[in-house]
Antibody, heavy 115, light 111 residues
Framework: QVQLQQWGAGLLKPSETLSLTCTVY????????WSWIRQPPGKGLEWIGE???????NYNPSLKSRVTISLDTPKNQFSLKLTSVSAADTAVYYC?????????WGQGTLVTVSA | QSVLTQPPSVSGTPGQRVTISCSGS????????GTWYQQLPGTAPKLLIY???ERASGVPDRFSGSKSGTSASLAISGLQSEDEAEYYC????????????FGSGTKVTVL
């Protein structure tokens, strides 16, 4: 059974860099796309971006200038970095497997940006 | 503002059939498959329907999906109390370099 476990800092100050990592258990990174999604408190879902198992990444145009998604194949992990955060980036961040159908999700990490 | 438009809320009594609409455009639902997710309070979304009408593993056949033109729909027949949740449609959008878009979400309430 595939499981995604994510972790990272939950409290940031404005202008800092958000950094989250997702480890895949019970399966391999190979053959899949791996995505990040976020959900502001009380609001809907927003796709952040994806990375292909071979390493090519694609980002939401609204976040593209600040986002980097990367793979660490030996550790079976993928990561998200979002620079220059502001209060508008406060959200629960999820990692997930897939592209047009996200079939496995991490547990979510609440990231709060506050001075 | 979401690219895909859903009604904010839908309600029904146990046993009823309810439907949720998802209105998109030629660059997303019109060109690509629709997907549906269910999100229970405080939990991660769960894949319900993919490729417009395929149920994900373990999803009861009470849930069904369809697509027509630039719109997708999710139907829940034989509504049960555990179906009370937020439902999101989603699709790949071919504009710009391509990106994944979610609907605005629909809260299903079981009366």
């Amino acid at each position: 059974q595939v499981q995604l476990q994510q972790w990272g800092a939950g409290l940031l100050k404005p202008s800092e860099t958000l950094s989250l990592t997702c480890t895949v258990y019970g399966g391999s990174l190979s053959g899949y796309f791996w995505s990040w999604i976020r959900q502001p408190p009380g609001k809907g879902l927003e796709w952040i971006g994806e990375i292909k198992f071979s390493g090519g990444a694609n980002y939401n145009p609204s976040l593209k200038s600040r986002v980097t998604i990367s793979l660490d194949t030996p550790k079976n992990q993928f990561s998200l970095k979002l620079t220059s955060v502001s209060a508008a980036d406060t959200a629960v961040y999820y990692c997930a497997r897939g592209r047009s159908a996200l079939d496995y999700w991490g547990q979510g990490t609440l990231v709060t940006v506050s001075a | 503002q979401s690219v895909l438009t859903q009604p904010p809320s839908v309600s029904g009594t146990p046993g009823q059939r309810v439907t949720i609409s998802c209105s998109g455009s030629s660059s997303n639902i019109g060109a690509n498959a629709g997907t549906w997710y269910q999100q229970l309070p405080g939990t991660a979304p769960k894949l319900l329907i993919y490729s417009n009408d395929e149920r994900a593993s373990g999803v009861p056949d009470r849930f069904s999906g369809s697509k027509s033109g630039t719109s997708a729909s999710l139907a829940i027949s034989g509504l049960q109390s555990e179906d009370e949740a937020e439902y999101y449609c989603a699709a790949w959008d071919d504009s710009l370099n391509g990106f994944y878009v979610f609907g605005s979400g629909t809260k299903v309430t079981v009366l």
